[in-house]
């Protein structure tokens, strides 16, 4: 038997993986709100569809341009 256990939340370098940025642009994304994470003791953690919502707000921004 074999369970589905996908993340729960990313790590900042998770994410960076996932969008192809390096760790330094994701950090600034989360220091101008741009990207929404919250501090879980000294780790900064991004839920999924925090990720999903900045992949839609990039794409309508460009649709609007």
Same mark, same amino acid.
């Given at each position: 038997?074999?369970?589905?256990? $996908?993340? $729960?939340? #990313?790590?900042? !370098? =998770? &994410?960076? !993986? @996932? @969008? ?13 709100? =741009?990207? $929404? ?5 000294? #780790?900064?953690?991004? @839920?999924?569809?925090? &990720? ?8 309508? $921004?460009?649709?609007?341009?």
């Amino acid at each position: 038997m074999t369970h589905d256990l $996908r993340p $729960r939340w #990313y790590s900042p !370098v =998770e &994410v960076a !993986v @996932l @969008l192809g940025f390096g760790i330094s642009k994701v950090k600034m994304k989360i220091a101008t709100g =741009e990207l $929404r994470s919250i501090k879980d003791g000294k #780790y900064r953690r991004i @839920l999924p569809e925090w &990720v999903d919502d900045y992949i839609r707000e990039q794409v309508e $921004r460009q649709e609007a341009a």
